[in-house]
T-cell receptor, first 111, second 114 residues
Framework: QKEVEQNSGPLSVPEGAIASLNCTYSDRVSQSFFWYRQYSGKSPELIMSIYSNGDKEDGRFTAQLNKASQYVSLLIRDSQPSDSATYLCAVAKNRDDKIIFGKGTRLHILP | GAGVSQSPSNKVTEKGKDVELRCDPISGHTALYWYRQSLGQGLEFLIYFQGNSAPDKSGLPSDRFSAERTGGSVSTLTIQRTQQEDSAVYLC????????????FGNGTRLTVT
């Protein structure tokens, strides 16, 4: 089982709709979870971080964490063409805080 | 403030040559990572430095790859006897290493082995 798993996509969402990106992780004692966005040819940039069960909202973005299910998601409301990118889920392992990335989900917002 | 700085931004080398890639992390960041990203692929973990602890080298793909971090700051990733499959973008990232601290990435070095 991979440590951090994401559907590679591409995920196509109409402009203005909600995009839902999902991630599962294998280490049950993981403590910190991050979503990064990576545009083609650019480095990843942090969008959201979440540490506690539940939802965390920041503008059009909402991160959701369910530690019991080992599941973290990112919702993007009112999707814009500029949201088209690869979204990387990252998890900090408990013992040494090393951050492990999933393979990323390619998101395509249809104008 | 200054971000993570990587040099060179682009490197073209002939197969069999050695290359050195440099990363200058954000001042005060004790954790430093190297990742490799091939075209259209995800981030492949290479090595992790955390303070004065022994580095986690578990991601290095072969003994041709090595990295060091001098004085807890600048890091150099060395690839010996480069092969065409080493062609990729090499990304460096640093963090405060306080629990939950996110990573800050450099702009990467694009390595092309001909």
């Amino acid at each position: 089982q991979k440590e951090v798993e994401q559907n590679s996509g591409p995920l196509s969402v109409p402009e203005g709709a909600i995009a839902s990106l999902n991630c599962t992780y294998s280490d049950r004692v993981s403590q910190s979870f991050f979503w990064y966005r990576q545009y083609s040819g650019k480095s990843p940039e942090l969008i959201m971080s979440i540490y506690s069960n539940g939802d965390k909202e920041d503008g059009r973005f909402t991160a959701q964490l369910n530690k019991a299910s080992q599941y973290v998601s990112l919702l993007i409301r009112d999707s814009q063409p500029s949201d088209s990118a690869t979204y990387l889920c990252a998890v900090a392992k408990n013992r040494d805080d090393k951050i492990i990335f999933g393979k990323g989900t390619r998101l395509h917002i249809l104008p | 403030g200054a971000g993570v700085s990587q040099s060179p931004s682009n490197k073209v080398t002939e197969k069999g040559k050695d290359v050195e890639l440099r990363c200058d992390p954000i001042s005060g960041h004790t954790a430093l990572y190297w990742y490799r990203q091939s075209l259209g692929q995800g981030l492949e973990f290479l090595i992790y430095f955390q303070g004065n602890s022994a580095p986690d080298k578990s991601g290095l793909p072969s003994d041709r790859f090595s990295a060091e971090r001098t004085g807890g700051s600048v890091s150099t990733l060395t690839i010996q006897r480069t092969q065409q499959e080493d062609s990729a973008v090499y990304l460096c990232a640093s963090s405060l290493a306080v629990r939950g601290s996110p990573l800050h990435f450099g702009n990467g070095t694009r390595l092309t082995v001909t």
